[in-house]
C-alpha cells in the first residue's frame, strides 16, 4: 500500500476513528488503526468491536493495500509532523515507512486481514437528520444517562420516532431529559436504545457543526447494530437490548405550582450556592417557594448561603430540596429566557418544560434533612 495525504486531513481522520478504540485491551490488534486504500477511496478504521468508526481520507492512492498500525504511534507522529504532504507506505513484511519533507520514519505494521471489520449491514429502518441536530439532542440529554454499566438501559438513550416526531429520553433514577424534534419526513415506528458512550463520542466528532452546515447524518438499524453515516463517516455500534422504561407513566400527573422564572437568574443563583459544595458533599439546596420570590438556601461545611429570586408563582406555598447539579445541568442546555417549573409538594418532582413540548426534565427531590 501506499498513499499521500495531507497531514492535516490524515490526522483529522485518525483522531475521529482513534475515538472507537479502547484506552485498556488484551486484544493487541484493537489497540491499531486499519487503513485501507481501494477503490479510489482511503478510509482510516477504529474499534473496540461494539463500536466502529470508519472515516475517509481525502488523498492519493499511488498502490492499492492495507495495514494495522499502533494507534498511538501514528498519532504521534502524525500530529508532530508539519503541516505538508504525507507519504505512507509499506512493505511486503507488514513494515511501514512514513514521509515527509525531511522527516523520515520506519515502524511496525501488522497485516490488514488480521483486523476485524464489520460485517454487511443491511438497512432495516432508518430516518435522516442534520447533524447539527443530532449534536444538540445529545448534548440535551446525555447528562442524564448513568454512568453505572450495571444498567445496559439506563446507560442508553431511547430514540423513538412516531411519524414526523423523534422523541429521545435519557435518565439514571434521579432525573429525566426529553427532547422532541420534528424530523423532514414520516419515517413510521423507530424504537431503539442507543449507547450512551457513542452518542458522547458522536457528539464529540459533530462539535463543530452549524446549524446551516446542511450536512446530513443516516441513522439506521439492522438486527442488534445501529448506524450513523455522514458524508466522512461511517459509526456502528451494538444496541442496547430490552425494553425501554414506560415514561408517559412518569410524566403524567397534575401540577398545582407553576412557577415561571428568569432562567439565567435562576441558574445563577444556583451555581453560586454549589460554590459551597464540595465533591463528597451530598447537602441539598433548599428552595423556599413564595407568592412572589423563591428564596434558595444551603449550608454545608464551607459556609452558607441564602438568595432571593424573583417569579410568578401560581399554586401553593412550600419548601423543597434538589441535588442542585441536576438542576444547573437542566438549565445550562435551555435555550429560553423565561421558563416554566411545575411542582406538586415536597416529595415529588420538579417538572421543566417548554410550552411548545420540544424539551422535558424531570428531578426527582431529596430529602432536606439528609
Known sequence: MKIVCSQSELLKSITTASRAIPTRTTTEILECLYIDAHSDTITVTGSDMAFTIITKVKGDIIEEGNICIHNKILSDI???LPEEDICIESDDSQNVFIDCLNSKFKIGGREGREYHTPNDFSEEKGFNIS?????????????SITDNDANKIMAGEHFEIEGRTLTVTALDGHRLSMVKHNL???????????????LNEIAKIYAAEK???????RISVSENSIKFVNSQTTMISRMVEGK??????????????????NKKDFLDSIERASLLIRDTDRRPVVIGIGEESI?????????????????????NEFVI??????????LRVIDEEIIEVK??????????????GSYLYLILPVNIGA
Do not use: H
Open 78 to 80: 502524525i500530529r508532530k
Open 131 to 143: 447533524n447539527y441536530n443530532l449534536k444538540e439532542i445529545i448534548r440535551k440529554t446525555i447528562f
Open 321 to 330: 430540596g434538589f441535588n442542585p447539579k441536576f438542576i444547573i445541568e437542566a
Open 295 to 315: 428564596e434558595l438556601k444551603i449550608t454545608t461545611s464551607l459556609g452558607s448561603m441564602n438568595e432571593i429570586v424573583p417569579v410568578e408563582m401560581e399554586g
Open 244 to 261: 425501554y422504561y414506560n415514561i408517559n407513566q412518569m410524566i403524567s400527573g397534575d401540577f398545582d405550582t407553576v412557577l415561571r422564572i
Open 343 to 356: 411542582l406538586v409538594n415536597s416529595k415529588a418532582p420538579m417538572k421543566i418544560e417548554s410550552s411548545d
Open 184 to 198: 423532514d419526513d414520516d419515517y413510521g415506528k423507530f424504537d431503539v436504545i442507543v449507547v450512551g458512550k457513542v
Open 211 to 217: 446549524e446551516d452546515s446542511g450536512e446530513i447524518t
